[in-house]
T-cell receptor, first 114, second 109 residues
């Protein structure tokens, strides 16, 4: 079965640079969630979108922005990168906002800021 | 969303059943119990979820107590590939996942 696709899988950036992470949800899924997992930490929710509108927001820095496009893929834009942004970034997708819809996670993007 | 409590680590012999407990005493009536696992920096993998009734799928069984204040995830025949951090999550409809610390399960050969 098709899974969530994230690109790139690995990314190395310098401090103060920008980065764009992409997420392609499972076909027919209309909701996307972004999570950040620092070294040795548990995943933390950043932001989510349903039908191209922001549906919830977590501890996402103001330097980060995200959006969901008409084909339901999502991009997380990160500017003025800091060393502390080095982390795994996971995207998850689900179908609909009704019921306990299950979130399925992608393989993640490993970002290293030097 | 309700908070969950899990033992930080457990181990189990290969081939035996692994029983992972979770307490969620403040769970609300509309909140589901979900289990995910994360194998060494891979994306969290969905295992199973339930509301009130016990559930079983090809990966595991979920036993929820009648008062819904605790649950147990059962991996019937643990293998080395089941070594992972297991997260018990309680969440309402359409909500983000709040990950706790999970249980680090080690499988002994």
């Amino acid at each position: 079965a098709a899974g969530v696709i994230q690109s790139p899988r690995h990314l190395i950036k310098e401090k103060r640079e920008t980065a764009t992470l992409k997420c392609y949800p499972i076909p027919r899924h209309d909701t996307v969630y972004w999570y950040q997992q620092g070294p040795g930490q548990d995943p933390q929710f950043l932001i989510s979108f349903y039908e191209k509108m922001q549906s919830d927001k977590g501890s996402i820095p103001d330097r980060f922005s995200a959006q969901q496009f008409s084909d339901y893929h999502s991009e997380l834009n990160m500017s003025s990168l800091e060393l502390g942004d080095s982390a795994l970034y996971f995207c998850a997708s689900s179908f609909g906002l009704a019921g306990a819809e299950t979130q399925y996670f992608g393989p993640g993007t490993r970002l290293l800021v030097l | 969303d309700a908070k969950t409590t899990q033992p930080p680590s457990m181990d189990c012999a290969e081939g035996r059943a692994a029983n992972l407990p979770c307490n969620h005493s403040t769970i609300s009536g509309n909140e589901y119990v979900y289990w995910y696992r994360q194998i060494h920096s891979q994306g969290p993998q969905y295992i199973i979820h339930g509301l009130k009734n016990n559930e079983t799928n090809e990966m595991a069984s979920l036993i929820i107590t009648e008062d819904r204040k605790s649950s147990t995830l059962i991996l019937p025949h643990a293998t080395l590939r089941d070594t992972a951090v297991y997260y018990c999550i309680v969440r309402s409809r359409a909500s983000k996942i709040i990950f706790g610390s999970g249980t680090r399960l080690s499988i002994r050969p």
